[in-house]
């Protein structure tokens, strides 16, 4: 959603890079190219007057002119105000004292409410509360299945008496759904309301009646982030009409310019707290400000990754792998090589993943032409070898590659490719889990392959470098040539009673102390 103005907002910092100090006209250029870049994201005019007037504000103060890296200072700035405009600190939901906490939705027809209702379920039953749906879209057709369906799909529960199609009061269904939370041990209920085509007087009043009836802790207005502009207007309505006191951006995902996240947060002053960016019931978690202006500057989100990694490996099974390689490569297989892959898989999409990491917005249009696919293909191949190929992929000959590319479906040369790729990868993650740092790259200073080895095995390359002075080059020869001959003789140096490393027969038992040191060992 973000990626015309990620790229706007990098060609503008790229062209402060390697000025040693910021005059007016660089700051007043850089803020005209930012501000074409909001009002292209479709954000609202007043968000983008003060958003700029902060930035030069603060651009042309002291914090950027005593700076030692003006540029990366002014991208500091910049991602600060993004965090001011997206709401600031991340806000989380407010819980009843007693039991059932009420959160009621509202928003327009098509703004995705029913399906952000069980998003929501699944992501607060994934926290350890026992949710409860309740269907108060008695208009539209087929709504009260609909959020039947979508309950089921998240394992949470649901409460809808009436049949909806235009039959049952709303009010009483949101009242009566209070009493049966309590009494099926619901501690959290979701009221999923009805919503319009636009905005009308008879939406304001069935939404107002229904908070009135059941006095939510938590009024969220559901808000379709592709609808630009018009979502801060709706947004405003609402909050005039109803009252609310939290933004839930669905389809966050989608390809609009985003100017509806950047606004309404702003011109509302209630803050964005959650946001749905995928189709899936997963694709669902709380809003951060700070980590989506790190997305938009193109700064990476890796704590969100590394959440997400918490929530799919187990702890046990990764310190399991990790014992496995740094006993050697031969004791990962291709059934460890596939359990791993389907781990990865569960944590969504891959495109989405590397787009969480640090500057991958330079090689964005490779990061979206990737067949998500082929990870089911890889699987297919995997799949198709017998125990005793996945264990030990060095017998896999030419006639195995034919049965096992006729198994998955794929031609004799993925296969071989694949196993080629399995050997490389088995031998960098065994090289790292032993500490030897990635291929090509130096290790981890006091691990092995760390700069120290290295410097080690320079100086051994190298050799022993002779004295300049002629005495003690004189003597380092001679004592060199009398180790030779005692390799010769074959006896080793430090030998035979030798505690000091002196040949044979000059043990300490023939080695006389200077008079001047005979006191001390009496």
């Keep these: 959603m973000f990626d015309t103005l990620s790229d706007r907002l990098a060609s503008t910092f790229k062209s402060l890079r390697g000025k040693g100090r910021l005059s007016e006209q660089d700051i007043d250029a850089a803020a005209r190219e930012i501000r074409i870049a909001l009002l292209e994201a479709d954000v609202a005019l007043p968000v983008v007057r003060a958003f700029i007037k902060n930035v030069k504000e603060r651009a042309m103060g002291a914090e950027v002119s005593k700076a030692l890296n003006p540029s990366q200072q002014v991208l500091k700035i910049v991602n600060d105000e993004l965090v001011g405009i997206l709401g600031g600190e991340t806000r989380r939901?407010?819980?009843?004292?007693?039991?059932?906490?009420?959160?009621?939705?509202?928003?327009?027809?098509?703004?995705?409410?029913?399906?952000?209702?069980?998003?929501?379920?699944?992501?607060?039953?994934?926290?350890?509360?026992?949710?409860?749906?309740?269907?108060?879209?008695?208009q539209r057709p087929n709504a009260v299945n609909q959020l039947?369906?979508?309950?089921?799909?998240?394992?949470?529960?649901?409460?809808?008496?009436?049949?909806?199609n235009g039959v049952g009061d709303p009010v009483q269904v949101a009242k009566d759904s209070i009493e049966y939370a309590r009494t099926k041990m619901h501690d959290i209920v979701i009221v999923d309301t009805a919503g319009r085509l636009g905005i009308d007087t008879e939406l304001m009043q069935q939404a107002a009646d229904i908070r009135d009836a059941v006095s939510p802790d938590e009024v969220l207005f559901v808000v379709d982030a592709m609808i630009g502009q018009d979502a801060v207007n709706t947004a405003e309505a609402f909050r005039d009409g109803v009252g609310f006191d939290g933004v839930v951006l669905s389809k966050l995902d989608g390809d609009a310019r985003g100017g509806a996240a950047l606004s309404i947060a702003h011109v509302t002053g209630k803050q964005i707290m959650f946001a749905s960016n995928g189709e899936k019931l997963e694709?669902?978690?709380?809003?951060?400000?700070?980590?989506?202006?790190?997305?938009?500057?193109?700064?990476?989100?890796?704590?969100?990754?590394?959440?997400?990694?918490?929530?799919?490996?187990?702890?046990?099974?990764?310190?399991?792998?990790?014992?496995?390689?740094?006993?050697?490569?031969?004791?990962?297989?291709?059934?460890?090589?596939?359990?791993?892959?389907?781990?990865?898989?569960?944590?969504?999409?891959?495109s989405k993943l590397l787009g969480m990491l640090p500057g991958m917005g330079q090689i964005k249009e490779q990061i979206n032409n990737i067949d998500e696919r082929d990870v089911d293909r890889t699987a297919a191949i995997i799949k198709s070898m017998t125990p005793a190929e996945r264990q030990d992929p060095t017998i896999i000959n030419g006639s195995r590659r034919a049965r096992i590319a006729k198994g998955s479906g794929v031609e004799v040369s993925a296969v071989k490719n694949l196993v080629e790729r399995f050997f490389e990868a088995r031998k960098m993650m065994s090289r790292m889990a032993q500490g030897g740092g990635m291929p090509g790259m130096p290790g981890i200073p006091g691990m092995g392959g760390g700069p120290g080895r290295q410097k080690k095995q320079i100086k051994q390359a190298k050799g022993k470098r002779k004295s300049g002075n002629p005495m003690k080059r004189k003597a380092e020869e001679a004592a060199a040539a009398a180790r030779r001959e005692q390799a010769q003789q074959g006896v080793e140096p430090g030998a035979a009673g030798s505690p000091f490393g002196l040949p044979a027969g000059q043990g300490s038992q023939e080695f006389e102390l200077p008079d001047e040191f005979k006191k001390f060992m009496k």
């Design 283 to 350: 694709d669902f978690d709380a809003f951060h400000p700070d980590r989506m202006a790190g997305r938009i500057l193109d700064m990476g989100d890796m704590l969100t990754l590394i959440e997400q990694a918490e929530k799919t490996f187990s702890q046990a099974e990764a310190e399991k792998m990790a014992a496995k390689l740094a006993k050697g490569p031969k004791e990962f297989t291709l059934d460890d090589f596939l359990a791993q892959m389907e781990q990865v898989r569960k944590m969504g999409s891959i």
């Design 148 to 164: 039947s369906i979508v309950a089921e799909r998240a394992g949470v529960g649901f409460y809808g008496p009436q049949p909806g």
């Design 93 to 138: 939901l407010r819980f009843a004292k007693t039991p059932p906490t009420v959160i009621m939705l509202a928003g327009l027809q098509g703004a995705g409410k029913t399906t952000l209702a069980g998003k929501l379920g699944l992501w607060l039953k994934g926290q350890g509360h026992t949710p409860l749906l309740v269907a108060c879209d008695l």
